[in-house]
C-alpha cells in the first residue's frame, strides 16, 4: 500500500512562489511515475505535471508550462512541485498522485494513477 502526504500549501499573493511536497511511503517509489493535479472549486481534477520514476522525463499541462517544475529525490520518497509566478487561477486544491510501477509518466487523466493523497490548499490573492 502506498500512503502520499502532500504538504507546503498555503495562502500567497499573485507573483509569489510556493514550493509543495509529497512524501511517500512504501518501498516502490523509485519504480513509480509521480504526478500533481490540482482542483478548483466547481471544476473537474486536472493534471498540472508528472515526472519519470528514473527522473529524466517531465511533462506538464499547458496553464503551467514555464511556471512549475516538477522535481523528485527517490533516496527521500519525496516528489515536489515548485511553482512561481503564482496566478489566482492557480488557487486550488493541489493532489499528489502516483501511477503503477514501471508505467509511464506521460499520462494526463486521473483514472491512470493509482494513489492519491489527501490535498493541500493553494490560494493566490490577486
Known amino acids: 500500500q502506498v500512503q502520499l502526504v502532500e504538504s507546503g500549501g498555503g495562502l500567497v499573493q499573485a507573483g509569489d512562489s510556493l514550493r509543495l511536497s509529497c512524501a511517500s511511503s512504501?518501498?516502490?517509489?523509485?519504480?513509480?511515475?509521480m504526478g500533481w493535479f490540482r482542483q478548483a472549486p466547481g471544476k473537474e481534477r486536472e493534471f498540472v505535471a508528472s515526472i519519470s520514476s528514473n527522473i529524466d522525463s517531465t511533462y506538464y499541462a499547458d496553464s503551467v508550462k514555464g511556471r512549475f517544475t516538477i522535481s523528485r529525490d527517490n533516496a527521500k520518497n519525496t516528489v515536489f512541485l515548485q511553482m512561481n509566478s503564482l496566478k489566482p487561477e492557480d488557487t486550488a486544491v493541489y493532489y499528489c498522485?502516483?501511477?503503477?510501477?514501471?508505467?509511464?509518466?506521460?499520462?494526463?487523466?486521473?483514472?491512470?494513477?493509482?494513489?492519491w493523497g489527501q490535498g493541500t490548499q493553494v490560494t493566490v490573492s490577486s
Open positions: 512504501g518501498p516502490t517509489f523509485s519504480e513509480r511515475a
Open positions: 498522485a502516483a501511477r503503477p510501477p514501471m508505467t509511464t509518466a506521460q499520462v494526463y487523466k486521473t483514472l491512470q494513477y493509482a494513489y
